[in-house]
């Protein structure tokens, strides 16, 4: 599809200086300091609190590039991952990019009450696709989702699992230029892992990038060619691979790789 | 070179900006498929939970319709319009669509947010949904409406065709409402505990079961200004091509196709402003 330009590699996701701010309404008993009793009692029912996620990070990813995002939870990168996917509004910078981002995310439930099935045919008329493309492609998907004695069942009955392979298969069903898979693949079993995998260095091979946050250091190693770790909201370090996950595993105190 | 720069240089586009309005209409039209077989999908669900089904469709309103009759037939006495019970269904059944497709509206964003989250398209789509789902509950209500005209005597006549505009212009009316309705709830999520206070009093000021022009013929004022009410309009206008006893006036047809039209481009504008916020985290 695009084509590789000898020169310099084509920028296909600009992160420019982005900042997320959630405005939450904290329920907690975080009583100020000082203040009188009953100003204490109002500023606790309305306790507006700002969590600044994403703190200014800038970075630019090339065409045919596999990144994966690193770092402790609550660190940002799923805030960072829906804000390039354009799903939460940013409250300053930009993100660009030469392709709307398909995002897959771990917390996602599209229907609860309709079936396997009738979740991937809308799944796919939401992301813009022909039914009839659906419709044929719907038995694949089952297939690789490994739910095909499962799909006629409403979704809500699923296991996090089971779910999370669906939405990965219907996501998959089809190449995307910039794919952002959010911790989805971390609740399959091994076998459902390989096969995701495949499908993700697949995808990148067909000059499609691909975006994968997940704690399994050994998914970051088999199917990224960057990585960038992430903490607080800020930047910490972005490379080769085997030496972001090298300083973040001794960061973090483990030996093991995954 | 600034990063935008670099950026727009190499052809890349702004995620998350909001389309302009044409192409953001375009995107949605280009989607209506997934809006109608969401909402064919929604409404077989909701009705597969119940053991009546889509039976329930057609009963709530009904029982809704007998229960006022029976209170408000025998409170009114003499003083009930004319043909009373096509008169009061048609008021009801009319006014349950358009106060459930406002109230879907409210719910379309805010209980769709595991959708919004994970997928993009035009969120308009959402409230649109909502009201094509009430849609299909519409239409066996309307057989059963003609069916107690009928029963009651009422005279078959072409004047009855002119349902069909009547019911276009309040289906374009009521997805205007629902759009709107969207927007709010996800700006102030308590709305929603207002809306059935909203829903009964709209009800209640609109002339679903007492004859608007009997009851307020002594406040000359109120019964002005009762004439531009959109739902007294689109109720009067249905009662008037079937039940004997009441005319429709040009009046009446040119406020229903403003109220339509104005209220639809209203909510549609109103909703794609917003377009950017839906589904952030609160």
């Known amino acids: 599809m695009a084509e590789k330009s000898n020169e310099t590699r084509r920028p296909v996701v600009v992160v420019d200086g982005v900042h997320i701010i959630y405005k939450v309404f904290a329920s907690g008993r975080r009583a100020t300091k000082g203040a009188s009793v009953g100003s204490r009692k109002f500023s606790r029912r309305l306790g507006l609190r700002e969590v600044h996620a994403v703190k200014g990070l800038t970075f630019t990813v090339y065409e045919g590039e596999s990144i994966g995002i690193i770092g402790s939870n609550g660190s940002g990168k799923s805030s960072l991952m829906r804000a390039i996917a354009g799903l939460s509004p940013i409250q300053g910078g930009a993100v660009y990019a030469s392709a709307k981002p398909a995002l897959l995310g771990v917390g996602a439930v599209l229907l609860p009450n309709l079936s396997g099935e009738k979740n991937i045919l809308l799944g796919g008329l939401a992301m813009g696709f022909a039914r009839k493309e659906m419709v044929e ?6 297939k690789f989702a490994g739910l095909e004695d499962f799909i006629e069942l409403p979704m809500r009955t699923y296991s996090s699992g089971m779910s999370a392979r669906l939405r990965f298969a219907i996501a998959a069903s089809r190449d995307h230029e910039i794919l952002i898979i959010d911790e989805a693949l971390a609740v399959g079993d091994q076998e459902f892992r390989n096969r995701s995998e495949a499908r993700m260095r697949e995808m990148r091979d067909n000059a499609g990038t691909v975006f994968l946050v997940s704690h399994s250091m050994k998914s970051i190693l088999d199917t990224c060619t960057r990585v960038i770790w992430i903490e607080k909201g800020e930047l910490i370090m972005d490379g080769e691979p085997q030496a972001v996950v090298d300083a973040y595993n001794k960061h973090t105190g483990s030996t093991t790789i995954d | 070179m600034s990063l935008a720069d670099y950026a727009r240089q190499n052809g890349l586009k702004r995620i998350g900006a909001r389309p302009a309005l044409l192409d953001y209409i375009a995107e949605a039209w280009k989607r209506r498929d997934f809006a109608y077989t969401m909402s064919l999908y929604n409404s077989q669900a909701a009705n597969a939970r119940n053991r009546l089904g889509r039976w329930w469709v057609v009963l709530v309103p009904t029982i809704t319709a007998l229960v006022y009759g029976l209170i408000f037939g025998v409170l009114l006495g003499s003083s009930r319009p004319a043909n009373y019970i096509p008169f009061l269904f048609t008021g009801v059944f009319l006014y349950s669509f358009i106060s459930t497709t406002f109230g879907s509206g409210a719910g379309a964003v805010t209980g769709n947010l595991g959708l ?3 997928l993009s398209f035009p969120r308009m789509l959402l ?3 909502a009201t094509i789902q009430q849609i299909f509950a519409l239409l066996p209500q309307l057989v ?5 005209w009928v029963v009651f005597g009422m005279p ?3 004047n009855w065709l002119l349902l069909v505009p009547i019911v276009i212009l309040m289906i374009l009316f009521s997805t205007g409402l629902a759009l709107i309705s969207a927007r709010l709830t996800v700006h102030i999520q308590d ?7 909203l829903v009964r009093i709209v009800f209640y000021v609109s002339g679903i079961f007492f004859n608007m022009e009997k009851v307020l013929r002594n406040y000359p004022t109120a019964l002005a200004i009762e004439k531009y009410n959109p739902i007294y309009i689109y109720v009067s206008l249905a009662r008037a091509t079937g039940i004997t006893g009441y005319t429709m006036t040009p009046f009446m047809w040119y406020a229903a196709v403003a109220w339509a039209f104005g209220t639809l481009a209203v909510g549609i504008v109103f909703f794609w402003k917003a377009e950017e916020l839906y589904g952030r985290e609160e």
């Open chain 2, 191 to 197: 709305l929603t505990k207002l809306i059935p206070f």
């Open chain 1, 137 to 142: 492609n719907t038995d694949a998907i089952t």
């Open chain 2, 116 to 118: 919004v989250r994970s």
């Open chain 2, 156 to 158: 078959i006549t072409w």
């Open chain 2, 127 to 129: 409230p649109i949904q």
């Open chain 2, 144 to 148: 059963l409406l003609l069916l107690t």
